[in-house]
């Protein structure tokens, strides 16, 4: 039903004029159960630390970073981390390694994927945080570390990606 339920969503903003894709009965169903399985949500410690971190850099003088929530709810979904630079909406989503493939930890995994696509569409900039990228920045001294995520999120609001 989950799947059946972002399928709607992705047809609905990639394809102009459409109309009701499900019978109203079905898509109530996979309206409902979307909303079951995506109400629990759990913080890992790698959310957390991208969280300070983005805190972090909100609480420095001539901050970009304007406002952050962390599992912010959307229509789609919950997004892990909700931040204001400059005047855009930034969602980070924080991808552990249960968001790549297990025989290739670069190749992210569909869902993920079509996550960021339909957060994109519904209007929000999208940044996937790679547990791999941010396992090269923990290396870093604080200051060194808020310095690259300061590049990072600089980088999203005008309009690149990671």
């Known amino acids: 039903w989950c799947q059946l339920y972002q399928a709607s969503w992705f047809v609905r903003y990639h394809v102009r004029g459409i109309g009701p894709l499900l019978p109203t009965h079905i898509a109530a169903a996979a309206k409902s159960a979307w909303s079951e399985a995506t109400k629990e949500v759990s913080v890992s410690q790698l ?11 909100q609480a420095q003088p001539n901050a970009m ?5 962390l599992e912010s709810r959307t229509e789609l979904s919950s997004a892990d981390i909700l931040v204001r630079v400059g005047h855009r909406d930034v969602v980070v ?8 493939a297990y025989n290739d930890k670069y190749k992210r995994l569909g869902s993920s994927e079509l996550r960021d696509v339909l957060l994109a569409a519904a209007g929000y ?13 923990a290396d870093l001294r604080p200051d060194e570390k808020l310095r690259e995520l300061h590049k990072i999120l600089h980088m999203v609001r005008g309009g690149c990606g990671l």
Not at 125 to 137: A, D, G, H
């Open 47 to 57: 959310q957390r630390d991208v969280s300070h971190a983005i805190s972090a850099l």
């Open 65 to 69: 970073v304007h406002r952050y929530e």
């Open 93 to 100: 989503e924080v991808d552990g390694p249960t968001h790549y």
């Open 125 to 137: 900039r999208v940044l996937p945080m790679p547990y791999f990228v941010w396992e090269k920045l």
